[in-house]
């Protein structure tokens, strides 16, 4: 048997980690790795994680399973997060899920099992495991055009366009915010342009929100998907914990699915069903501390002022790399970095720019050119920027 295997490509994050590692140069630089890190290079514990951790540990009194949804504690928990109290509870059903990548798992296997011919859109260009795994699904795909390589933005105009095609019962994949790989956002008129189009044409959307808080702030990254939300009788949303609680490790995530209220049973049968099959019972550590955390006062303030702190670091590197480029180079044409939000700008180079930036100054970043902003320091920004302008971005 499995000598009819075949090698499957190698991803290209972990090659490039894994190069970023063999490379001995003292002074190499990772902006490849997609996880938040400090100053430092460390990315820490948050200190209400600690604390919950701490409490859980004097507290917990078994390891027997959760439910096959997760805790309800955990997924009212979520829901209140991601919808701020704008969705009535009989229209919200929802599972725990292993990280966000299962939440969007579990969303595209939602899909296959209620509309198999469905189209699934997506972004040109998105994260690679949306397009991985709906391929490995066997899904029907189509991308719609979303970044301008001029102006580093979004081409709303050409997103537009290509979404005047969608019919009804396809399915719209969204980034919630700080989109990946370009950090280039939706206006909140856009995400109601894109309501309006979601509604008269019956499609589904689909929204993987990977990095509420880190953008604009936790409601106002949240502000387009509750839009769409208060708009539209289905909506599926994949919510990922990992960013905002820095609990990358203890995968925790969640499915949301919104519907009307006399399908919300089957709607949420459904999506524990779908648990069942995949993994059964999802992991249930990471989302104890959650919910530990957002349902006390006292952790919950200290968390969203450390997340605040986090996301104003980032903003800070950005204005400074963005100065330090107009600075060097005498021109406003990298004004773009300072408007994306996120962890993720996408510079625009050519893959042979990105290739010299690795050989001759140990700058490691994705071949498309996206950056992680959060792997700078004050130290480095100044040599990033010399160094992009020396290989002619």
């Known amino acids: 048997m499995f000598g009819n295997l075949k090698a499957q490509p190698a991803d290209k994050i972990l090659q490039l980690i894994g190069q970023f590692r063999a490379d001995p140069r003292s002074d190499k630089i990772d902006l490849g790795v997609g996880v938040y890190k400090d100053a430092t290079g460390l990315t820490p514990v948050m200190r209400a994680v ?41 229209r919200v059903s929802s599972v725990a899920t292993p990280g966000g990548t299962g939440a969007c798992r579990q969303a595209f296997e939602l ?72 950090g280039a956002n939706l206006t909140l008129p856009e995400w109601q342009a894109v309501a309006d189009l979601l509604e008269r044409t019956g499609a589904v959307p689909l929204i993987d929100l990977a990095y509420q808080g880190f953008g604009d702030g936790l409601e106002a990254d949240a502000a387009g998907l509750r839009l769409i939300a208060g708009r539209l009788p289905e909506v599926l949303i994949a919510a990922s914990c990992s ?3 820095g609990i990358y490790r203890e995968r925790t995530g969640a499915l949301i699915g919104l519907s009307e209220p006399a399908r919300r049973e089957v709607t949420q049968g459904t999506l524990a069903f779908l648990n069942r099959q995949n993994f059964s019972f ?11 955390i957002l349902n006390d006062d006292a952790l919950r303030a200290d968390w969203q002022a450390e997340l605040e702190e986090v996301r104003q670091g980032m903003l800070s590197l950005r204005e400074h790399l963005a100065r ?70």
Not at 282 to 292: F, I, K, N, S, Y
Not at 348 to 359: C, D, M, Y
């Open 324 to 393: 330090e480029l107009r600075d060097l180079s005498g021109s406003d044409r990298f004004g773009f970095i300072a408007q994306h939000r996120g962890m993720f700008s996408r510079l625009g180079a050519s893959a042979e720019q990105v290739e010299r930036l690795k050989a001759e100054h140990g700058i490691y970043m994705v071949g498309d050119s996206r950056m992680n902003i959060a792997g700078l320091n004050a130290t480095t920004v100044p040599i990033l920027a010399r160094a992009i302008l020396a290989v002619g971005i």
């Open 111 to 182: 899909i296959r099992l209620a509309s198999p011919h469905a189209t699934v859109w997506v972004s040109d260009p998105t994260w690679p495991n949306h397009l991985s795994i709906l391929n490995y699904l066997g899904m029907n795909v189509r991308t719609y055009r979303y970044f301008d390589a001029e102006t580093r933005g979004v081409d709303f105009a050409a997103m537009m366009a290509d979404l005047s095609l969608i019919r009804s019962g396809d399915v719209v994949l969204l980034h919630g915010c700080c989109h990946n790989p370009t």
């Open 243 to 245: 960013k905002n609680f």
């Open 50 to 90: 600690k604390a919950a951790e701490r409490r859980l540990w004097e507290t917990e009194t078994t390891k027997t399973y959760t439910g096959l949804a997760g805790e309800p504690e955990f997924n009212a928990a979520i829901a209140a997060l991601v919808l701020g109290g704008t969705i009535t509870p009989d």
């Open 282 to 292: 999802p992991p249930d550590h990471g989302a104890r501390l959650v919910t530990m």
